[in-house]
């Protein structure tokens, strides 16, 4: 395992699906936090990457994921998505 896979200490996973104004304030949210010790996954379900794209653009997060799905294969297959991609030792999930 890499020195950079050990230091996170948690893998935040965000589901979205064309609801900018909620991943907005999810993600602000998360860029707010005292500690940069983690990493967020988005995984957008289908939705318009662009917007994710341009919700994500601006914000101070310390990491940040996003895979982008042509299609929408539901909540749980996104996150268990999210799941395979967290480097974290632990894991949170912080829905839009």
Same mark, same amino acid.
């Given at each position: 395992m890499s020195d950079k896979r050990a230091a996170l200490d948690v893998s935040v996973i965000v589901r979205t699906k064309d609801?900018?104004? =909620?991943?907005?304030?999810a993600l602000k949210s998360l860029a707010n936090q005292t500690s940069r010790n983690f990493e967020v996954i988005i995984v957008n379900d289908g939705g318009d990457a662009t917007m994710v794209e341009n919700v994500m653009a601006g914000l101070a997060l310390p990491e940040c994921l996003l895979h982008s799905n042509l299609e929408s294969i539901g909540?749980?297959?996104?996150?268990? =998505?999210? =799941?395979?991609?967290?480097r974290g030792e632990f894991i949170a999930c912080l829905d839009d």
């Open positions: 609801r900018p104004v =909620l991943l907005a304030r909540r749980p297959q996104a996150f268990n =998505l999210g =799941l395979r991609m967290a």
